[in-house]
């Protein structure tokens, strides 16, 4: 039986079992075009990179933040995602935490125009529980978020910043990720994450 830890706000709506696909197209920031290069259709800035998954989690292939030096920052996003205003959109990431992990991070939805340039808005939920501790191994995180008025392209982003010390060991490694749009959940009311501890 898995063991759920909430934070942030709690989850305000339900998706509708097997509403759709996954609309991000290398879930598992793998290597799909077999050119040597991992995290294909995934953007990186900062202290971010996209590599070969020395800790499986299911995939050839994870994102790495490295929070190891205090003016560290950074992050991974995907691109080119059509979006729908007033759709409901639950994004859901696995991420584990290395043992002495000290910055702030964050995950979640922003929503641009038609240009996937210009923001609209954004949803991000900020991981303060325990969860984020060494040797509890990857963790599922998952947020709800409505695009809002304006909508036409929805962007899955997770970023740290604000490290508090630096040094040793100071990643999150990132895994397996899905968007899903949910036309059929119940409406929602506002933004929500949750964890859920998986069984090893």
């Given amino acids: 039986m898995m063991k759920k830890t909430c934070y942030a706000l709690c989850v305000t709506s339900l998706l509708a079992a097997g509403a759709s ?15 040597g290069d991992f995290g294909d259709g995934w953007g990186t800035f900062g202290a971010a990179a996209v590599n070969f998954e ?7 292939g994870h994102a790495t933040l490295f929070a190891d030096n205090t003016s560290n920052f950074g992050g991974v996003f995907q691109q080119g995602i059509l979006g729908t205003e007033g759709v409901e959109y639950t994004f859901s990431v696995d991420g584990q935490f290395e043992s002495e992990w000290d910055a702030r991070q964050r995950f979640g939805l922003e929503f641009y125009q038609g240009d996937d340039a210009t923001l609209i808005s954004a949803a991000l939920v900020e991981i303060t529980d325990d969860s984020a501790v060494a ?9 709800s978020a409505v695009a809002p008025a304006g909508t036409v392209f929805v962007r899955p982003i997770i970023l740290f910043d604000q490290v508090l010390s630096g040094g040793g060991s100071r990643a999150s490694t990132w ?25 090893r």
């Fill in 54 to 60: 020395f800790f499986p989690n299911g995939n050839p």
């Fill in 135 to 143: 040797g509890q191994g990857y963790m599922t995180y998952m947020m």
């Fill in 175 to 199: 895994d397996n990720a899905t968007l899903i749009p949910a036309p059929g959940a119940l409406a929602v009311l506002g933004l929500g994450g949750f964890a859920v501890r998986r069984r």
């Fill in 21 to 35: 696909a996954n609309l991000i197209t290398n879930g598992g920031f793998e290597d799909s075009n077999t050119d």
